[in-house]
């Protein structure tokens, strides 16, 4: 049957809490169960010099091994002396019953075993247990000196704190770790059976030089307990079960309770249950409600909080050794965060806008992505990391379409664990206007390579050298004493074929290299192929030689007409040859009409087409100069 608040009050001011409902203190202090018999045993005989000690005492008391010095501290039902051991030259605590009473005697007693038997760096040390002159136990510890975590987490300019932080870097974390260190303390007495029962902040020291000791067993139970438990502990951290007898007996789950209620008491500096009574303060303690931490904790140690001091305790950490390992988790989840942050803020992602088109901010937001992307592998449950990737990604992209790069678009837009609908339109129309350029460049590329004369120059120097000398020879053996018959013309024609296919097929990578090459090379094989033919037809009708160059002169015009009209050439090299061919038709019509002025005639075309085709080929060289550097 679960208790209401004002009879566990009275249940509580009977077991000696105070006879004032109302007191504040009431519910900040410890209250003890009543202690069981003594066992019996035995115990030794520990003599002690005390303060006063003068003439009337016994020679075995003055010169006893332990002389007390001063009190350290005083409860309510005992107190602790400082020592000094002169066979160990050390100082050592010694606590004493309060008082004649066997109730007192006996919880030392209870708590001296106890402490006794947990042997772990962070449970004070006892280094004996025996009886006094005056028939009351004493308990020799370990002597701490240090600051408890009450006072560490009320005052933040308390001496202690300089050592803490250079050893911790910061006050939370400082706090945490040394309540993981009380934790390890509990986890050890759990493996023995032990539950403390009393674990606040009060009763958690921290020494000089970083060490923690979990303080004051004298609540301690074993979990085996057939009986029901008596109400023990501080009304002010206690778990509902420790003020509920039906809600099970006490195992490791209460002590979690009470590690997540000092948690709580370190981090925001008030205690777990607060209320203007007694009562109203067990009933806080019962109720156990979740509390609302806001920004003065972070998150993870909030639910680390919450958790631990949750009501059902099936919902609780089910040892302190998980407590401990979810406290590490917090701390590593607090140093994540930290980094998302300081991440952020150097990719100058601050709020939700994610477009940046600063060039300079590319290398930033790469090295955040780099950062990023192995504690998204490592916090697979935490969604903090991958959306704080997934904006640095966005604005990767964004940057990225600024600036006209699809390869980091697409990088980034694939690497998106929800990429932007709008991003991806973004990027296939930048993909297509790549391809369009790429396909522009390409056709591009191939038109200047079909221009480029530099390929086929030595095998176009070549023919246009063997035209002008055939030209010549054909000049002069017409203008000369005896004029040839047709049948000696077509032969020369038919070796000049012969001639120019032989180099043709010499040169022909170079003749027939790209367009302008294969244009050059086609209207040179035009020229002699048409004037052989006009030839032919020229001795077919009976014509002789004289009568039948202007139609080889009008060959020759046909050729310069073709390369001025297919070949891609500067204005200047186009007049040239539009000139020339103009000409050359006229000087053909010409002699045809007056063939008394054929050889001169005849010879004034044969030195156009040679200037000509001189002028065409010093161009080609200037382009091919021209075009040199640039390979």
Partial sequence: MVAVPSTLAETLLLGGAGPDDSDATLWSETIHAPPAADDGVSLPRIALERPDVGAGTSPSTRASDLALRAVL??????????????????????????????????????????????????????????????????????????????????????????????????????????LARAADALAFAHVRGIVHRDLKPENVMVGAFGEVFVMDWGCAIAMDAGTPHAIAGTPAFMAPEMLDATRGPLDARTDVYLLGATLHAALTGRPRHEGVTLAGVCAEALASRSVDYGDAVSPALAAVCNRATHADRAERFASAAEFRAALGHALRLRAMTGLLDRIAARAGLTNDTATI??????????????????????????????????RVLRALVHTALAQRLLPIAEEALAASSAPDPRLVAEVARLREAHERARQLAALGEEALKGRDVRPGFRGILGLVAFMALNAVMLVGSISGGDEPTMREVLLSDL??????????????????????????????WITVLSMTVCDALCAFVGLSARKAAPFSVLSSATCFAVLTVLLAMPARARVATGSCAALLCAEAFWSAAQPELGSRLISLSVAETALTAGYLVFEMARERRDAAPRT
């Fill in 357 to 390: 088109a600063d060039a300079a901010r590319l290398g930033t937001l790469e090295e955040a992505r780099h950062a990023l992307t192995p504690l998204v592998a490592e916090w697979p449950d935490q969604p903090q990391p991958r959306a704080l990737l997934d």
């Fill in 495 to 524: 070796a000049s074929l012969a001639v120019m296919g032989a180099a043709t097929f010499a040169f022909r990578r170079s003749l027939l290299a790209n367009a302008r090459s294969r244009t050059v090379t086609s209207a040179i």
């Fill in 73 to 178: 501290g005083r409860g309510g039902m005992g107190e602790v002396w400082l020592a000094e051991q002169r066979s160990l030259a050390r100082s050592v605590a010694v606590k004493l019953p309060l008082g004649d009473g066997d109730r007192n005697a006996h919880a030392l007693l209870a708590e001296a075993r106890v402490t006794g038997s947990l042997d772990h760096p962070n449970i004070v040390p006892v280094h004996a247990l025996g009886l006094a002159d005056d028939g009351r136990p004493v308990l020799v510890m370990k002597r701490v000196v240090g600051a408890t975590l009450e006072a560490l987490a009320a005052d933040a300019a308390h001496p202690a704190w300089p050592e803490l932080l250079a050893r911790h870097g910061d006050r939370e974390t400082a706090l945490v770790e040394t």
